[in-house]
């Protein structure tokens, strides 16, 4: 990990040591990999396998470029204990999902599902989604078939890409949480 020594770049309370922007952007050579920078700290993250899209759609595999908020924390809480965070913050239960149908009126949404019923399960066997940040990417208006379930969240062991999110390694996504509270601004692209 490397610090940004122009710490005026990235305001930050000072108190509570919450920063008011975070950015991702691509790494040179590589449009399936980045850093994000939240204040002084610059982390490596993993980008969707087409890299970062202005036209995000569902299932082209980008990352969707633009202005963010983070809404909420999700966790795994029978592997972790909760995060220090300025995110309100939900556990993950078995029944916790997301829909990724856009002819479903529930389309880019929190959904509970039982056994055998769609939706991409938020606890998953894999640690991927034991920390997620939900943020409001097609959130306001929903529009069908613009993308859904763009989180930032941990990474593959290979830091392979993502479907479209944005992921960091635990130790990152467990600094970054400190930081982070629902004012937060994050700029992709």
């Known amino acids: 990990m490397k610090n940004n020594t122009n710490s005026n770049a990235y305001p930050m309370n000072r108190r509570s040591g919450q920063v008011s922007t975070i950015?991702?952007?691509p790494a040179a050579g590589n449009p399936r990999?980045?850093?994000l920078t939240a204040g002084p700290l610059t982390i490596p993250v993993a980008l969707g396998r087409s890299g970062i899209l202005a036209n995000k759609?569902?299932?082209d595999g980008g990352?969707?470029?633009?202005?963010?908020?983070?809404r909420q924390l999700w966790w795994r809480g029978d592997r972790h204990s909760r995060p220090q965070t300025f995110l309100p913050a939900r556990t993950i239960g078995d029944t916790d999902a997301w829909c990724e149908d856009p002819g479903d009126r529930h389309y880019n949404q929190w959904i509970r599902r039982g056994q055998?019923?769609?939706g991409d399960r938020l606890k998953r066997a894999d640690h991927l989604y034991?920390?997620?940040?939900?943020i409001d990417h097609n959130t306001r208006p929903c529009v069908a078939g613009r993308g859904s379930a763009v989180f930032l969240h941990l990474a593959?062991?290979?830091f392979g890409p993502t479907a479209g999110c944005v992921s960091m390694t635990k130790a990152a996504m467990l600094q970054l949480l400190r930081r982070l509270?629902?004012?937060t601004k994050i700029i992709i692209g």
């Open 130 to 134: 034991d920390f997620i940040i939900e």
């Open 63 to 70: 990352t969707p470029r633009g202005h963010f908020r983070p």
């Open 181 to 183: 509270g629902p004012r």
């Open 33 to 35: 990999r980045g850093w």
């Open 57 to 59: 759609r569902e299932g």
């Open 23 to 25: 950015r991702v952007k």
């Open 116 to 118: 055998g019923e769609g």
């Open 156 to 158: 593959r062991d290979n």
